[in-house]
DNA sequence: CTACATATTAGTACCAGGTTCTAAAGAACT
DNA sequence: AGTTCTTTAGAACCTGGTACTAATATGTAG
């Protein structure tokens, strides 16, 4: 067998199992435990307990990613269409576990979320926007969004709403909103209150 | 601190970040390494390789018995660098309780989720977005995000990844996300084990 | 206070599953 | 024969532990 064909062999094999150790490799394929190490490195593929390790680390934010929960970020300051300011605080649930680095829908929720509660209509839905992650946020530091309404339809048009989101004195975050505020199918099953706070 | 308690807090250090090993423990709680080994052979916790294991070998069962359609929330298909698909399905966590109406950053996240899943790199982080919200998700639709990478930098650079949303064959959701495809800043405090996946 | 129990710490040997490096032997062409 | 690629071997070292022994603290009942 030639290289090229073990190496292809051995993609095969941890493709097809990748809990395999080097020593059940060099059974499988009759070579000794340095080849099939230096076949590794060739083709980049990392030890057992390192793909082990990527595996639950995919697994284990895939579950972090979406959590149960409503409002993104604590909204301390609200004018109705003119503006709002809310508060968000990194914490270990909101990162990605190895680096620390804040996960961009987060950031993304906040100013969302802010946008959206800064419309005074009883539906206000996100149409689209435009936004720059200005720079990476992590772990433990608090997000301060701060919102302006731009432009504004009367009931059941558009409104346009910036939101730039600090860590301090640094911008990190920067969205422009276009924001449906529709007066439409209020198929409300009770008391309709006031804001709709995403 | 009591046995008791230094064992609870073990429970929530763990279960808060099961990545932990017993020497970033023994910082934590302020006691020598063998207590935390003792503590965790009190509470049946397993060593951090086993704890990885496991987890690996969940998540790779759960690709494996891929039933493919009645899968929620996953990302169901990945071709590294290339494309991908998750499936999400709206429930009541995800959406506005008076009209049933998805919040727009669970499928913001589910895309930003993918967008960054489908890059094959130590860090990929969001760098901007251009995304449109085409039309309303209700709840108990289910989303199927599709993810093509249209344009890449090499390491370091950046990646343009579109992701297209459906529920059924109606487009619901689309977004331009550029993806910064970073080689780790190494602000290695110590122990650096090999590479930082996301 | 003493005696015993429990809790904690320390230290050693050992393990899996590797990495990293050096070195040598085999094969292969030309 | 000389040069290069491939393969094998072996030793040192690494992480994150287990298993075990032993010494020291701390508490608690008699």
């Known amino acids: ?24 490799l060099t059974r499988q394929l009759k070579v000794s435990i340095q080849t099939i190490r230096l076949d590794r ?19 284990y934010d895939q579950v ?11 909204i301390v300051d609200l004018q109705l269409d003119k503006s709002g300011i809310s ?21 993304f929720a906040q100013a969302n979320s802010l946008a ?12 689209s926007a435009d936004i720059r992650f200005v720079r ?7 997000c301060i969004a701060k919102a302006q309404v731009r432009s504004q ?3 059941g048009g558009k409104a346009e709403v910036d939101v730039f989101t600090y860590v301090g ?10 924001v449906y505020r529709s007066a439409v199918e209020d198929n409300s099953e009770g008391g309709n209150r006031s804001v709709d706070r995403h």
Chains 1, 2 share one sequence.
Do not use: C, W
């Open 1 to 24: 067998m030639s290289k090229k064909e073990r190496q292809q062999q051995l993609l095969h094999l941890i493709g097809g199992n990748p809990f395999v150790t080097d020593r059940e």
């Open 87 to 107: 508060i968000f605080e990194i914490r270990g649930e909101h990162v990605f576990s190895r680096n620390g680095i804040a996960r961009g829908h987060y950031v």
């Open 116 to 127: 959206v509660a800064v419309i005074n209509d009883e539906i206000a839905l996100t149409a």
């Open 169 to 178: 004195e640094e911008l990190v975050f920067q969205g422009h909103f276009i």
């Open 41 to 59: 490195m060739e083709l980049g593929i990392p030890e057992l307990r390192e793909r082990m390790k990527q595996m639950a680390e995919h697994s």
């Open 136 to 142: 990476m946020v992590r772990l433990g530091e608090k």
């Open 153 to 155: 339809a009367g009931r």
């Open 64 to 74: 972090r990613s979406l959590p149960a929960d409503e409002v993104i970020g604590d």
